[in-house]
């Protein structure tokens, strides 16, 4: 198995909280996971090596099933942030297919879409599949888009590459479709419906990222306004797409690109200094959160290399993202 290959940090945390439902006790998985507490990152075979450890310590039929079937949505990190301000699923899951690599270094989904149904399928090299990863992705990817849409539909059905179990009846019940074994890869086909459906704001993780995010855009404003607050959410919302240009925002706000830079002028401003001022209340937003890496906050603020996002970030306050949140850090260290 490639040693290059890394797993989110925030996603391994899910075997933790499987111990934590189940009173388990390994105190040398707790040990691996907490020495990778403060870092984004984790080889996937160090994370395979601890499903192993809770397979012999507890080895229950579709272990990875269950253990997948823990995440919540904060495990997912930037993928999290991502899919809580969209505004339907299948604007979610085109998100998450853009960034999966954010999760798994290796990941690569193949989406197959047809009247009834689409389906999305993992192509790995057959050297790094394990059974219990295999079922891991299935389950998390799962938990994923019913906590999106709040409501716990079942996929229409589920592939493993891996042969049956003994009890292949298990992972229909748990899964909640048919499961079929030996199949080319990892798969898991959901309705074409469920991609109109709005995305849920009762999850507490993601209602507190729309609001913190609500919160920096309604940070003191030199010169507010309807125009200016609308601006300011679009341009939010298109930053996860991109780099947002003029032009597609004049037309996702109902102006002519002419009498959009006029309203810009009227309020005194250029469309570039407000796309700046917008990343930059963003930018220490998401700082705040330790959980998130400063490449996977480049790419929120529509940069495609880190290096941009720095080279912004020292230009908005002259210091760079590293030693704002440092300092961030040491605010919160002082006594009250």
């Not at 930059?280 to 941009?308: F, H, N, T, V």
């Amino acid at each position: 198995m490639p040693g290059n290959v890394t797993v989110s940090c925030a996603l391994a945390e899910v075997l933790r909280e499987y111990l934590r439902r189940n009173r388990l006790h390994a105190p040398e998985l707790i040990h691996v996971l907490d020495a990778f507490s403060l870092h984004q990152r984790m080889p996937v075979e160090l994370l395979v090596e601890q499903f192993v450890r809770i397979q012999h310590l507890h080895p229950v039929p579709a272990l990875g099933l269950r253990i997948g079937r823990c995440a919540e949505p904060e495990n997912f990190g930037v993928v999290g942030y991502l899919a809580a301000s969209c505004s339907s699923l299948g604007q979610a899951l085109a998100r998450y297919h853009r960034f999966q690599t954010l999760l798994a270094s290796d990941l690569n989904i193949q989406v197959e879409q047809r009247a009834e149904y689409i389906c999305f399928r993992w192509k790995h090299d057959e050297t790094q599949l394990h059974p219990l990863t295999s079922e891991f992705g299935v389950a998390v990817f799962l938990n994923l888009y019913q906590a999106l849409i709040g409501q716990a539909v079942p996929p229409t059905l589920v592939e493993f590459p891996h042969g049956p179990p003994e009890q292949p009846a298990i992972y229909e019940v748990l899964l909640g479709c048919p499961v079929r074994f030996h199949a080319p890869a990892i798969g898991l086909q959901i309705p074409t419906s469920l991609l109109a459906m709005r995305i849920a704001s009762s999850d507490p993780y993601m209602r507190d990222l729309l609001d913190r995010q609500a919160a920096a855009l309604l940070m003191p404003q030199l010169k507010p306004g309807v125009f200016l607050t609308a601006l300011h959410e679009h341009i939010a919302a298109a930053l996860q797409d991109g780099e947002p240009t003029a032009d597609r925002l004049a037309r996702q706000m109902d102006y002519t690109l002419r009498s959009f830079y006029r309203e810009l002028a009227n309020h005194g401003l250029r469309y570039r200094a407000v796309l700046s001022d917008v990343r930059l209340k963003l930018a220490r937003m998401y700082l705040a959160d330790p959980r998130l890496a400063a490449a996977e906050i480049a790419l929120l603020l529509g940069y495609s290399e880190q290096s941009a996002f720095s080279r912004a970030f020292r230009g908005w306050t002259g210091s760079t993202p590293g030693a704002y949140r440092k300092s961030l850090e040491r605010e919160r260290a002082r006594p009250s």
